[in-house]
């Protein structure tokens, strides 16, 4: 009887704990929900907006000393909506029609560039130790405990109080209000929407400030609850880890979200105060009680996509007025004068003989390394050229398979002392059956819930596997850390770093070829049908199923190959550094904002990520044309932070430009020349006539 | 007397594609139009232009005399002109009732949606038995259905048709005739784009035929049968 009794409290106690947590999950949850319900965008831009209200409320409160009132309605009633509506008006007025990987990588580059901006032009700099304050006085220092069982501060109140209410509110403007079905009519079809007589910029305008300011409001009431300091990284984690709550809510529910965000809050709480006891007595139970708390809310993300039907049924709703759009275009290869595709490529032998000619011989260490960095790099963003450029899939977990490879050289070379070169095709080999094992589940998964499954999984292998002793290594990895040593081949020994740097371009030029002949075979046609539509495939038997799982082998192939070379060539896997989930979607926002369907566009993007820092912000490339570094000007080094704004900018063009930055220039470049050289045809041809003409008279 | 609808040497495009060379077009207060033309003969472009879906890259569209080129669809909306797409023209995502609430809000005003719904029910009765489903689920025939009656009950200005008859019953076809009649006899012009032209010429004025992105011919629609006719000979004859 006391055991139970004694139960039941430590029940009660843990999910009365877990409540602050859920409701923040809560609040992220209907954020996303009411984003994507009201604009049709997966908002992973949610917790940078969120930030920057919380940060101009702690800075208006304790620099500025403005009353509560006034901060909060200055950080969430004015700041937030107005980032809401600029947002609108110059990017999502453009995507509305746009695929859901165009609308991802906008906000992925939203949630790095927006707080860089913000701290630059607001002069905010996080303090370490400096705790947010809340909305209500001595929020973090009064506590009620009416059930004597666990005390909740007047700021947990506050959040769950304003929750509740903006969920009652936000259904009533759904429910009640002809704004709600016109915000979701202009996700739909905004064509339609104007049809009826309803200008749907001005609505999505609308629904875009709402949104932001529902961010705005859950930053500052997150802050305090959540966090020691405000920093931007801590909000960007915190929406990841809700993503599951959203997910309950099936990104449309906002009851739903609320419920599932408190309900994922108990969980992890009840969770963690059961697990650690149980085990101690069921030795079965340490492994998961060891490895699994972090990963929870991924676990429980991937869980509801794999066997909630509902999800699985759920399936884009497209424009019935698309075929207004005009048809994509062509590529600019398949359209370029015969003329422009010899200057192409004479341009490029010349380019990449001169560069690589000046490496070998001229460049010292430190650009061999470089350099190198930029092929191996370009070698794993084919895999991404391959699922997202051709499939037409969206995989957030390109590092993780990246690092099944490195990470399998390491343990191949450290137990068995294999062959670096063979463990690297072991590992790609292991890669690819992992990503075809996880595809098969996500395989019925559309459009977003596929990306959102796949960052799950990077979560998860980040969270669990790779601490796992037999994949990460264990607690050897942590002292002496993953080494690798460099591979020897007969007499060649690529130790050596420019012999390491041939031995990189031979792979990427073999990976480029076979890449290419992907595309031009049977694979690449199959996949391009599937895209064209999927219905029509089928109708001429070919199984989308089979083909999206050769897609995902095969990239997770080249991902796991790349990776592998990496950690070669930096002899040593260096997990966070190179393979983290959130680097990998900067890769994806990389690659698909160069040119995500050509083998250039992964070559750029590998180039553009080793070579920007020390070329453009340390001002190397500058200090070259100088030709002296001391005539550099003060500003350089430039801060880091500009490294995230302009690559935020970057993917902000993509909105416009959906096809890539490069594809866009070539198509100008191409269609320009194709004009002129059409003219002069014309020109010979007229004057060809006229002499003909005239000795015939 | 000034057109409620005018066309001025428009021409318009999809991308590298054109698909308009300098139609000109006039659709007059009460009157009724019926535009004609085989398979990509630019019918649909016309009708898309004439409601800005798609801006003309040169040319003039004016409704009752004034300027209305590159004007956002909206605007066209508030000036009284409706336009029934092509195919499933519907929200998929929402109940049939929601659809049409959409539609009967915004042209009518909160009081009279309750009415209008009942009229919408009345003129086609499966739709108000399928009044809380999901419209993307309902069959082809009553997904057009429900585009259709979004505005047939509106009476507006000009209600631009187009392909009308298209996956709908023969008998479904001729209600649906009638209820324009109807409309017709109640002031609203109309725009009929058709590819059966038999129903669409008994009830306009005027037809106007479309080759290749032109307009081929004009006229009474009363000697549009002939004449129509007589052109699918000659090209059969080329």
């Known amino acids: ?697 | 007397m000034t057109a409620l609808l005018e066309l001025r040497d428009v021409w318009a495009e999809y991308g590298p594609f054109r698909a308009l060379f300098g139609v000109d077009l006039k659709v007059p207060p009460g009157g009724a139009v019926a535009l004609l033309g085989a398979n990509g003969a630019g019918k649909t472009t016309v009708a898309r232009v004439a409601t800005g879906l798609v801006q003309a890259s040169a040319g003039d569209v004016a409704v009752d005399g004034i300027e209305m080129t590159n004007r956002p669809t909206y605007a066209y909306a508030r000036a009284g002109i409706a336009h029934a797409p092509e195919g499933r023209s519907i929200f998929a995502s929402f109940t049939v009732e929601e659809n049409l609430t959409l539609t009967f809000r915004s042209f009518l005003g909160r009081q009279k949606v309750g009415e209008s719904l009942e009229q919408a029910f009345e003129l086609f009765p499966r739709l108000g038995e399928r009044r809380s489903q999901t419209a993307g689920t309902l069959s082809g025939g009553e997904q057009r259905m429900l585009s259709l009656a979004r505005v047939l009950v509106l009476q507006p200005r000009l209600l631009i048709a187009d392909e009308l008859s298209l996956g709908l019953a023969p008998i479904v076809v001729d209600e649906v005739y009638s209820t324009l009649e109807a409309i017709r006899s109640s002031g609203t012009a109309l725009l009929i784009v058709e590819q059966h032209m038999a129903h669409a010429l008994e009830l306009c004025d005027d037809a106007v035929l479309l080759e290749h992105g032109k307009v081929a011919w004009q006229g009474s629609a009363s000697d549009a049968g002939d004449v129509v006719t007589g052109r699918l000979f000659e090209s059969a004859g080329d």
């Open chain 1, 1 to 697: 009887m006391i055991l139970a009794s004694s139960f039941l409290e430590d029940l009660l106690r843990s999910v009365l704990q877990g409540t602050p947590s859920g409701a923040v999950f809560a609040l992220v949850a209907i954020g996303f929900v009411l984003t994507y319900k009201t604009s049709g965008v997966f908002n992973l831009a949610f917790g940078a907006q969120a930030y920057i209200s919380a940060a101009m409320f702690f800075k208006a409160r304790t620099q500025w000393n403005w009353s509560i009132p006034l901060s909060v309605l200055v950080s969430v009633f004015v700041l937030a909506p107005a980032i809401g509506v600029v947002l609108e008006r110059f990017l999502f007025r453009h995507l509305r029609t746009a695929s859901a990987v165009s609308k991802l990588v906008v906000t992925i580059g939203l949630s790095v560039a927006l707080p860089a901006l913000f701290e630059i032009f607001a002069d905010y700099a996080p303090v370490a130790g400096r705790a947010p304050t809340g909305i209500v006085p001595e929020g973090g220092s009064v506590f009620y405990d009416p059930l004597g069982v666990y005390p909740f501060s007047r700021d947990e109140l506050a959040a769950m109080g304003v929750i509740l209410a903006a969920v009652i509110v936000l259904g009533a403007i759904f429910r009640f209000t002809p704004v709600g079905l016109q915000m979701r009519a202009v996700v739909e079809s905004p064509r339609m929407t104007e049809l009826n007589g309803i200008a749907a910029d001005r609505v999505s305008a609308f629904a875009w400030a709402l949104s932001s300011t529902f961010a705005g409001m859950a930053g500052v009431l997150i802050a305090p609850i959540r966090f020691n300091t405000l920093i931007s990284t801590d909000f960007f984690n915190v929406v990841f880890v809700a993503i599951a709550a959203a997910a309950i809510g099936r990104l449309v529910s906002l009851p739903r979200a609320l419920i599932g965000g408190i309900g994922l809050g108990w969980f992890i709480a009840v969770f963690n105060t059961f697990l650690p006891r149980w085990a101690d007595d069921h030795t079965w139970l340490r492994p998961l009680r060891d490895n699994f708390s972090n990963s929870l809310p991924f676990v429980v993300l991937f869980a509801i996509l794999v066997f909630w039907p509902a999800i699985r049924r759920a399936t884009d709703v497209g424009d019935p007025l698309s075929g207004v759009d005009p048809p994509p275009a062509a590529p600019a290869a398949t359209e370029r004068h015969r003329l422009l595709t010899r200057f192409t490529l004479l341009f490029a032998v010349g380019f990449f003989l001169f560069v690589g000619l000046t490496v070998f011989f001229r460049a010292d260490r430190s650009w061999v390394f470089l350099v190198t960095s930029a092929v191996v790099l370009s070698t794993v963003y084919l895999s991404i050229t391959v699922i997202t450029g051709f499939a037409g899939q969206i995989s957030l977990c390109q590092g993780a398979f990246a690092a099944i490879g490195g990470f399998t050289v390491f343990q191949m070379a450290d137990r068995f002392d294999l062959s670096v070169l063979l463990a690297a095709l072991i590992g790609a080999s292991i890669a690819a059956l992992v990503g075809a094992i996880m595809s098969l589940p996500v395989l019925r998964l559309g459009g977003i819930w596929l990306a959102i499954a796949t960052l799950a999984f990077a979560f998860f292998f980040d969270a669990v596997l790779v601490r796992m002793s037999w994949i990460g290594g264990g607690d050897t990895a942590l002292l002496q850390g993953t080494r690798v040593p460099r591979p020897i081949l007969g007499p060649i020994d690529f130790g050596n770093d420019k012999s390491f740097l041939a031995l990189a371009v031979v792979v990427f030029v073999i990976t480029s070829l076979a890449v290419i002949q992907l595309r031009e075979g049977t694979i690449g046609r199959t996949l391009r049908a599937i895209r064209g539509s999927e219905v029509a495939a089928e109708s001429i038997g070919i199984s989308p199923a089979k083909a999206r799982i050769a897609a995902f082998a095969t990239s997770a192939f080249i991902a796991g190959l790349g990776g592998a070379m990496m950690t070669m060539h930096q002899e040593n896997v260096n997990y966070q550094n190179n393979f983290s989930p959130v680097g990998s979607l900067f890769w994806l926002v990389l690659v698909v904002t160069l040119s995500v369907r050509t083998v250039e566009g992964a070559a750029q993007a590998g180039a553009a990520f080793s070579m920007f820092e020390p070329l453009i912000l340390k001002g190397e490339l500058f200090a070259w044309l100088l030709r002296a570094e001391h005539r550099l000007p003060g500003f350089f080094p430039i801060s880091g932070k500009w490294r995230f704004i302009l690559f935020g900018l970057g993917a902000m063009q993509f909105a416009r430009h959906p096809e890539g930055l490069l594809e866009h220039g070539k198509r100008r470049a191409t269609a320009g020349l194709n004009r002129r050289l059409a003219r002069r045809d014309q020109t010979r041809l007229v004057s060809r006539s006229a002499d003909s003409g005239g000795g015939a008279t």
